[in-house]
């Protein structure tokens, strides 16, 4: 009875009050949440974001970057410092800041190629953001292909996410990369990368299983010559057991190792082509590292030369990576909730308190303060800013 209650609380209209529906489904799971079904979310997150420390250190890279931009909101050519949609990003949800809130919005872009958001409205008035798992969302069309709503799932419940009669916004907002040979669902970087990325692990499993064996082949023990007799069954079992507990592993290497009659050492070692799988290694990084749009260098990733020095490196992260993917977001989140406001509301990084492009900002400032054939407000337009009204 208890269970039905807390069911028909959540599938049965709340007046008055804001709350995430699909929050609260997932308050009900008691095991693992459903695969998205369009590709296998799951297995890209385990054998990437979970394994492999290039993936893992892209997205946090890209996502705490981007995260941490200033933000400058515009209502029409105005620049303006208060106003409620401020308010909502600074507590987008309760104990979640701003900070956290962009951050797990850019992951989920980076690791699925899609962004969900789900808006919980008071009176019209937006209250709470929700970023929302894409492995448990599900794009829903209608007759002609469109998108008509969404399907939050989770432990085998379902709640649809479509707008309501009176609302004055979508409650959803789906953010995707570009897929060209899906019209729903975005295309993830990590997928790109799929092929180094499967290199890279193949590696560190091969890096693995040679110090689980003491590095070998470093030799092997040949038992007589020539017409010297077999060894018994018994003879080989004993042999090989007292080679794996006494001599393999990391925790018995450069042990001594004692020979009976008939047995003797040969040493082994390997050739340059059997150790290209380091440089394949990181070759292979460097592939996941462009798909992510990284530097090789900001990874410590050893043979990359194409910048010159590690501030150039990460002037060129911000400018084609970071800014890039901030301002695609902030501008699809801005004119979203622009219908809820009643205003045309853009959301811009703010470049001048970003400290890796201070240089670039520095010459366009001096370049355009000495352009004495442009106005004030001219000025203010070239450098991002919007438009002074106590000047013509």
């Known amino acids: 009875m208890v269970l039905r209650k807390v069911f028909d609380s959540i599938f049965s209209p709340v007046q008055e009050q804001k709350a995430s529906r699909a929050k609260s489904v997932a308050l009900m799971r008691f095991g693992e949440g459903a695969v998205w079904t369009t590709r296998n979310y799951e297995t890209l997150i385990n054998q990437g974001y979970l394994r492999n420390a290039i993936v893992y250190r892209c997205v946090r890279l890209i996502s705490e970057a981007a995260a941490n931009v200033s933000l400058s909101l515009k209502s029409g050519d105005h620049e303006v410092a208060a106003h409620p949609f401020l308010d909502l990003l600074s507590q987008p949800a309760p104990m979640q800041t701003r900070r956290s809130f962009l951050e797990e ?166 050739s340059p082509k059997d150790m290209d799988f380091i440089e394949l290694k990181n070759v292979a990084a460097r592939e996941i590292a462009l798909a992510f749009g990284v530097p090789p260098m900001l990874l410590g990733i050893p043979g990359d030369l194409t910048y010159a020095n590690y501030q150039e490196a990460n002037r060129a992260f911000w400018r084609l990576t970071v800014v890039p993917l901030a301002a695609r977001v902030l501008a699809e989140l801005s004119s979203w909730l622009s219908h809820a406001y009643g205003e045309q509301l853009t959301l811009e990084p703010d470049l001048d308190s970003v400290e890796a492009l201070s240089q670039e900002r520095k010459a366009l400032w001096e370049r355009i303060t000495a352009a004495e054939f442009l106005t004030r407000n001219e000025k203010r337009s070239a450098v991002g800013y919007g438009v002074d009204p106590t000047h013509e």
Not at 164 to 180: C, R, Y
């Open 105 to 270: 919005l850019y992951g989920y872009l980076l690791v699925s190629g899609n962004a969900y958001v789900e808006v919980v409205s008071l009176d019209g008035t937006p209250r709470e953001l929700h970023a929302l798992r894409p492995d448990r969302m599900k794009v829903l069309v209608d007759d002609a292909g469109w998108v008509d709503g969404y399907e939050y799932q989770v432990a085998g419940r379902k709640v649809e996410l479509r707008r309501a009669e009176g609302d004055k916004v979508e409650p959803v907002l789906h953010i995707k990369l570009f897929n060209p040979l899906n019209d729903h669902y975005g295309f993830a970087p990590i997928e790109a990368a799929q092929i180094a990325l499967d290199i890279h692990n193949a590696a560190g499993e091969w890096n693995k299983s040679l110090l689980d064996n003491a590095a070998c082949p470093t030799g092997a023990l040949v038992y007589g010559a020539g017409d010297a007799m077999n060894m018994t069954d018994d003879q080989f079992h004993r042999l090989k057991e007292e080679l794996e507990s006494s001599y393999q592993g990391a925790q018995n290497a450069g042990r001594p190792m004692l020979l009976e009659g008939g047995l003797d050492w040969k040493q082994m070692g390997m």
